[in-house]
T-cell receptor
Framework: QKEVEQDPGPLSVPEGAIVSLNCTYSNSAFQYFMWYRQYSRKGPELLMY????GNKEDGRFTAQVDKSSKYISLFIRDSQPSDSATYLC????????????FGSGTQLTVLP | SQTIHQWPATLVQPVGSPLSLECTVE??????LYWYRQAAGRGLQLLFY??????ISSEVPQNLSASRPQDRQFILSSKKLLLSDSGFYLC???????????FGPGTRLTVT
């Protein structure tokens, strides 16, 4: 069983929709959570990071962490065609130096 | 601001040939540096990380090696490439005790 599970999609939504992207994890030791956006043939770009349970908002993006359920989400409001990309969750557990554990990514397409 | 460079952007090499990929970071000192490989449709696999000059930790046994000859330079090498070495190679950096990692544009390697 992978430590971090992420639905690969693909996920297609119409422009303006609210998008929900999710990851589950099995190890309760994970404490630091990140979301990356990766456009085709480009390096991942850090979107958001959070160290605690609850919600963190940045513009159209909201990161949600539920440690009791071992579940994290990224919500995108008013989605745009430019949001079309693969979204990767990442997390870190104490004692693992600087290593992050990544999900396999969800491919999102926002249709105009 | 910090900038991370990787070159070359794409590379096609025959099996058995040597490899050298370079990564440099600007705008920061003593970064933590990382090499990842991303296979098609899969997540990121950490290959090497470095917390300082000459300090390299290997995560996956393979025919690749890494070196850090200068504070902000990280090199990925191989003496003889295998077909299975094909993939998208990403360099990343993080600052001090921070866990957020920032990625370069990547090198797409095809071994033929």
């Amino acid at each position: 069983q992978k430590e971090v599970e992420q639905d690969p999609g693909p996920l297609s939504v119409p422009e303006g929709a609210i998008v929900s992207l999710n990851c589950t994890y099995s190890n309760s030791a994970f404490q630091y959570f990140m979301w990356y956006r990766q456009y085709s043939r480009k390096g991942p770009e850090l979107l958001m990071y959070t160290y605690s349970s609850g919600n963190k908002e940045d513009g159209r993006f909201t990161a949600q962490v539920d440690k009791s359920s071992k579940y994290i989400s990224l919500f995108i409001r008013d989605s745009q065609p430019s949001d079309s990309a693969t979204y990767l969750c990442a997390m870190k557990k104490p004692g693992s130096a600087r290593q992050l554990t990544f999900g396999s990514g969800t491919q999102l397409t926002v249709l105009p | 601001s910090q900038t991370i460079h990787q070159w070359p952007a794409t590379l096609v090499q025959p099996v058995g040939s040597p490899l050298s990929l370079e990564c440099t970071v600007e705008g920061t000192s003593n970064p933590n540096l990382y090499w990842y490989r991303q296979a098609a449709g899969r997540g990121l696999q950490l290959l090497f990380y470095s917390v300082g000059i000459g300090q390299i930790s290997s995560e996956v046994p393979q025919n690749l090696s890494a070196s850090r000859p200068q504070d902000r330079q990280f090199i990925l090498s191989s003496k003889k490439l295998l077909l299975s070495d094909s993939g998208f190679y990403l360099c990343a950096w993080s600052a001090g005790i921070s866990y957020e990692q920032y990625f370069g544009p990547g090198t797409r390697l095809t071994v033929t």
